[in-house]
């Protein structure tokens, strides 16, 4: 058999992992199944820009950030720089043989392999993306990492922020969906977590943060970049020509320093970007890219195509690409972890 490996969106860590898991399993059971490697995801599909991978060359990849394939978020084929590519695409699966494909990628990724899926390419997915936000899926990889990275954040913030009586503002990523903003903000101990799902008053946020340095000496206030204020709005920027979602902790910062700078309280923006996406993944990131590669593995053997791997009740299934196509998961009201946020920043 004859499969291809791609990585598609933005990348994050635990993606080599991925690979290493999906290339061992595969190479292991049947020394004649060979893998290749599509780099830039997508682009190189559409542009015939592929690379052998086996045993050897990805056993070391364990602990490695970033995608020894690279990846592109822009790389759609039926939308490929104002035109349909998805038969060039197509075509340099046919010229190479191969026979199946992993998609490894987010919810754009995914989307895109199920419109290949539905063309009748055999595709198996595995859900990518710090934002933990694809549908049906309780836990992507690279996510524990990026809350690592804002729980280790707030914790060096908190220092600096008591030595000046200060008002901390972080921004973490995570575009329409709260969960590392979440999850980080109560592992770093927030006063405050704000997230696109649970819209916030100014008013009441100013008031509390008072409180807050009036007990503690400080304030830690995590936003992500989507967060959304009571009138709904968000704060957007534009990127590359492209609206972007971001800019949120700035913008809050200076409108926290005009009011509690008048009792003397000064606050101070830190833009985390990049950092959640980049560096080694964590040991859970490890297991679970571990345990999602060796499922998309067994998933190829059985043929069980048009599918993704998701983790439902700490076990890897699979969900039809159809059902995950276009959807987001974001934090849905009552969920657990807004209980503990309501008691912890009270
Ligand atoms: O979807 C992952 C993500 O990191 C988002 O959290 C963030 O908004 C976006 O990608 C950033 O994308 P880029 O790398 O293109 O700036």
Redesign the pocket.
Known sequence: MKVGVLTG??D?PGLNAVIRAVTLALCQADACTEVLGIQRGFWGLVEDRLQPLHAAAVRDLLDEGGTVLGTH?RADPFDWQGRDASAEALATVERHGIEALVVIG?DGSLTIAERFARLGLPIVGVPK???NDIADNERSFGFDSAVAVVADALTRLKTTAHSHGRVMVLET???NAGW?ALEGGLAGGADAILLPEQPFHLDALTERLQRRVAEQGHALVCVA?GATLADGAQHWQQ?GGVA???GIGQALTHELDQRLGKQGTEVRATLLG?L??GGAPTAFDRVLSTRFGVAAAQALRERAFGHTIALQGDRCVRVPLSAVAGRQRCVPPGHELLDCAAVVCA
Do not use: A, P
């Open positions: 969106g933005g994050c978020n987010g993306t710090i934002d990523m995570g575009r590392i970049e990127l972007r979602l971001g990049h959640q996406r």
